[in-house]
């Protein structure tokens, strides 16, 4: 990073704060998923059926459910389930997806043809279905979660830096380097991909949250990640059967937990676009 | 016709899908977890599973071109029966969804871009923001809790009509339609009232990434070279926005309809769960859940052939639209 | 003098952008009489084209008149309500622009688009409407217009677009067309056609034109009276001969000289004052000795791409070293694909090339880099605006060579050479740490040549290397590579579109069209003498200013 990319993103940031506070919110909960299970002020498992379903109060800031867990110490604790899930899914894909796409989109011609074809059809499929079936066919386990979340973000990546590499491969600074005695391998590794990685860092951000969001998804329904393991999905599946009692908080709450994780990610996602748009630059 | 290849696809994965599954796919199909020995050696020569892995793939096509996906544990019924009764629930849910969608996104983002930096664009760029954020099982609980618990405005959130309302005679296995048929108007409104809050929360998820491609692709149109030549010829300004902007922004709309029909598809799974729809998704995670899997093999095709021809209706909707694209 | 038709009074027209308010027109006055062809010159960023928008008020919406009148028949086009301007735009005012294909509707017949124009002034029924849209695209002769009526922009070629862009502009006989660089992107011969019918039209329906162009020939030929802006201003204001004869503001003088003419030679581009250093004659080079072997020699080089037809057939042709010589053809005359086949980034299907004696044509492409001859054929690539890693600083760029093809590893040794080749170049020093963006056009082009040549290649492949820069620009560069070629006894090949530019740096030229060799030999008797009809017909379509400027001296 150079002095100038950083002072430009000060200026982005003076003239969008939203930005400024999605990174922060983006670090928060980093910081909660790594030391969650220190700061949480009851413990997350251990069910107290005196105090079941218990409103907000100051005792229990997000009230209690069933078991009369605390659900605010249970929100903390499962950030690292969810984050985890959700990185480790979206890194894989990212990994696997920029490498495929990129040297499908520098080759051109039939394989690329086919692979783009490919990955579009994919993404047409209804991912969430896929998912399950991946999970169903694999087996009901966390690790298989991540496969599968990971799984059906990769025609993303590919999709992308396919793109990204197609508009480049014809440019004349990718010739310049192959006249300069580079070979086809190290064009596409040393010079297309970390030109295209900003970008797909913005997209890595984007779709973190689309990646959470189906991982909760996937849990809700009751695959993966099992009770009482504090997790998003499984929290508000547990509640779910409490609303029409009008229990909300043990709904709202961790749905909250959800749309502020994936908003932070989202809005991160948003203004780094602009930070890297050479447009803005001076 | 190029999603027919992932079709086959489909077909060999569920087929793996079967294949790699934990436990004897024939003690499913046995009578019971009781069923003796022999019995269940029976069916597995019945099933063919004692023959090579590719004849065994050739068979289950063989079986599924025939309709014949097998026989669920838990209704003990036929799959492609059991679907087939489900089907129009899911569907009627997804249609009018997707009705919602389009018609509140479309009209947001046009005017969105028409507007760019004033009040309305702000607020529809808040709730796109917002809109994607919110998982389809929050929001259709919160919209219960609202509507259902606060308010008092929707029925009990159970199934696709109350208890005290009768069945209308099946024509189309759409309610909304049937009771429509029947001139039933009171039962019309009673099964309006339960589809309503389900499609509203699943159109709800994809109102957002809608309005925001209508609004970016309109922008990119309202900002083109020929919007500025029809500009440039003195065209009326709803001719320009009309005629010229919109059809052309409207491109890109369809593409993204077709991927939110199929991301909706996906979303039946979780909408039908907290709203006991009794659609085919719904049937397939209780299936799911006690390893039931010949519904879920079922569902997964079921949702792979719906996919093969939401891409064909997205492929001809996009022909007419655009000239540039010759249907082949 | 009658009232005329326009008056642009003191216009000043600024763009609020990310980076604060750009004054893009400061202070601008001038006229058109009825039926006048007035030429707009500038380079770009001069504000010619954002003063013929003003004019019809289509600024984005960034754009802003801050001051100024522009008078319509006496009417202030700045303060008219949108009503009123609908009225005007298309009945009284029209504009033709740049890139006919985007400016024209992709999904809606073209017919349709010309018939869309005509309703909007006049009160008529479709199907009259319709039958008017087919009169003009016969005016424009479009050749079978019942059935183009139908046809959609893509079905259509650049030229064809542009003729129905024209067809639209002049439905409702507009008593003012504003023509912004109409022929920018199309072929040259496709370009004299078009501004031919742009010309009789016009003067055949009494409309007065404006034209927005940057190429001084073009305007020289069409127009009567020539207006050149610089930086938002106007310039100066004359007859085309009084402009190119005598020129009285520094600005015009420098673009004058720059703009390449059949007769100017290469050190005649930059006003003697400001040249910096002493012109050397073109001293003969002494024939080289009997039975030297060429340095580059080509044999019946094809190409074929996929399944298609092939993009280059039949090419032959040889290169001794310091020689320059010229690969001339329009789009899609294989000239690209011809040029880097020759670089080896693409393999040829067929053939052979031949360099200093051995055979390379049969090293394949993608091993092409390791071999001992990657460092003695280098290429310049089109746009400098893309020939650049935006990632690397141009030092980065210059090194990027020497480290991989001079073994150079970096510290005090890498740093000199660089910033030798940057000084040969003329690029300063400070200039170096900079990234792309941060560099202009022209140093852009300075920093690519500067790669090209860091290894002291033996043959330079340059792909159109000014196509994307002003005339200024281009004429610095294009003294700077013919000075390399003869300091390093360099070959170049110069592969362009500009007859002009290659007529002056090259001794020999070769004519190409679709794919195949039409013509070739010395470049001063091929352009003087045409043997093909084809080449022939090139040369007339040359807008030159000189003969130009005879011509109009001959009318008057």
Known sequence: MTSTTLRHSIWILRGNPLTGVAATGVLLLILVAIFGPWIVPYDPIASNVQEALLPPSAAHIAGTDQLGRDVFSRLIVAARLDLAIAVSAVSISFVLGAVIGSFCGYAGGRLDRTVGRFVDVMMAFPLFVLAMAMVAALGNRVENIVIA?????????????????????????????????????????????????????????????????????????????????????????????????????????????????????????????????????? | M?????????????????????????????????????????????????????????????????????????????????????????????????????????????????????IIDHGVRLFCALGVCVP???????????????????????????????????????LMIDFLIAGDIDGWWAAFRQLILPALSMALFVIAPLARITRASMLVSLGSDFVRTARSVGLSWRHVVVTYALRNAILPVITIAGIVFSTMLGANVLVEKVFSWPGVASYALDALLSSDYAPVQGFVLLMASLFVLVNLTVDVCYGIADPRVSIE | ?????????????????????????????????????????????????????????????????????ILFRGQDVTKLSSDDLRHLRGAAMSMIFQNPRSALNPIRAVGQQIADAILTHKRMSKEAAHAEALELLRAVQIRDPERRMAAYPHELSGGMCQRVMIAIAISCNPAL?????????????????????????????????????????????????????????????????????????????????????????????????????????????????????????????????DQGAAAVAEFSMTMAAGESVGLVGESGSGKSTTSRMICRLIDPSEGDIVFDGQSIGHVPARDFHRSPFRKDIQMVFQDPNESLNPRFTAFDCIAHP???????????????????????????????????????????????????????????????????????????????????????????????????????????????????????????????????????????????????????????
């Open chain 3, 1 to 69: 003098m009658t009232e005329p038709l326009l008056k642009i009074d003191n216009l000043h027209v600024s763009f609020s952008t990310r980076r604060g308010v750009v004054e893009a027109v400061r202070g601008v006055t001038l006229s058109v009489q009825e039926g006048e062809v007035l030429g707009l010159v500038g380079e770009s960023g001069s504000g010619k084209s954002v003063t013929g928008f003003a004019t019809t008020r289509l600024l984005d919406a960034a754009g802003r008149v801050t001051a100024g009148k």
């Open chain 3, 402 to 556: 020497l480290m991989r093809l001079a073994g150079l590893r970096g510290g005090d040794a890498l740093r000199q050479r660089v910033e030798e080749c940057a000084q040969r170049v003329g690029l300063p020093a400070d200039l170096l740490p900079r990234f792309p963006h941060q560099l202009s056009g022209g140093q852009k082009a300075r920093v690519g040549i500067a790669r090209a040549i860091a290894c002291r290649p033996r043959l330079l492949v340059l792909d159109e290397p000014t196509a994307a820069l002003d005339v200024s620009v281009q004429a610095v560069v294009l003294q700077l590579l013919d000075r390399l070629r003869r300091e390093d006894d360099l070959a170049l090949l110069f592969v362009s579109h500009d007859l002009n530019v290659v007529r002056m740096i090259c001794g020999r030229t070769i004519v190409l069209r679709n794919g195949a060799i039409v013509e070739q030999g010395e470049s001063r008797a091929l352009f003087d003498n045409p043997k093909s009809d084809y080449t022939r017909e090139l040369v007339a379509a040359i807008p030159n200013i000189e003969i130009e400027t005879r011509r109009a001296a001959a009318a008057l």
């Open chain 1, 149 to 282: 979340t990971a799984v059906i973000n990769l025609p993303f990546y590919i999709r992308f830096a396919r793109a990204e590499v197609n508009v480049r491969r014809n440019l004349g600074w990718v010739e310049a380097a192959r006249a300069c005695g580079e070979s086809h391998i190290s064009v596409v590794l040393r010079f297309l991909l970390p030109n295209i990685l900003p970008a797909m860092a913005v997209q890595m951000s984007l779709n973190l949250g689309w990646a959470i969001l189906n991982a909760a998804g996937l849990s809700f329904i009751g695959l993966g990640v099992k009770p009482p393991t504090p997790e998003w999905g499984i929290m508000v599946a547990e509640g779910a059967r409490f609303i029409s009692t009008g229990r909300w908080w043990l709904v709202a709450f961790p749905g909250l937990a959800l749309m502020l994780a994936v908003l932070c990610f989202n809005l991160l996602g948003d203004g780094m676009r602009d930070i890297l748009d050479p447009r803005m630059r001076t």
């Open chain 2, 2 to 118: 190029s999603s027919l290849p992932a079709l086959f696809g489909v077909l060999v994965f569920t087929f793996l899908l079967m294949r790699v599954l934990p436990g004897d796919p024939a003690v499913f199909f046995a009578s019971g977890p009781n069923a003796g020995k022999e019995e269940v050696e029976l069916i597995r020569k019945q099933m063919g599973l004692d023959k090579s892995v590719p004849e065994q793939l050739t068979l289950y096509l063989y079986d599924v071109g025939r309709g014949n996906l097998g026989r669920s544990m838990m209704t003990g019924q036929l799959v492609t029966k059991d679907l087939r009764e489900r089907l129009p629930a899911s569907l009627e849910l997804t249609f009018t969804a997707l009705l919602i969608a389009l018609v509140s996104a479309v009209p947001l983002g046009v005017l969105a871009a028409l507007k760019p930096g004033s």
């Open chain 3, 177 to 305: 067309l504003i023509a912004d660089e109409p022929t920018t992107g199309l072929d040259v011969t496709t370009q004299k056609v078009v501004m031919d019918l742009l010309a009789a039209i016009a003067s055949a329906r009494g409309m007065a034109t404006i034209l927005i162009t940057h190429d001084l020939g073009l305007a020289a030929r069409y127009c009567r009276r020539i207006v050149v802006m610089e930086q938002g201003r106007l310039v100066e204001e004359a007859a085309p001969r009084t402009l190119f004869n005598a020129p009285r503001h520094p600005y015009t003088k420098r673009l004058v000289a720059a703009s390449p003419t059949a007769s100017s030679r290469i050190e005649d581009l930059v006003p003697e004052e400001e040249r910096g250093y002493v012109a050397i004659g073109d001293r003969p080079k002494p024939p080289p000795a009997p039975g030297t072997p060429p340095l580059l020699e080509v044999r019946k080089l094809a190409k074929r791409f």
């Open chain 2, 136 to 174: 389809t099982f929050v929001s259709g609980l919160l919209l219960i809790y609202v509507f259902y618990y606060l308010l008092g405005l929707a029925p009990d959130p159970t199934g696709r009509i109350d208890v005290f309302t009768s069945m209308p005679p099946s024509r189309t296995g759409f």
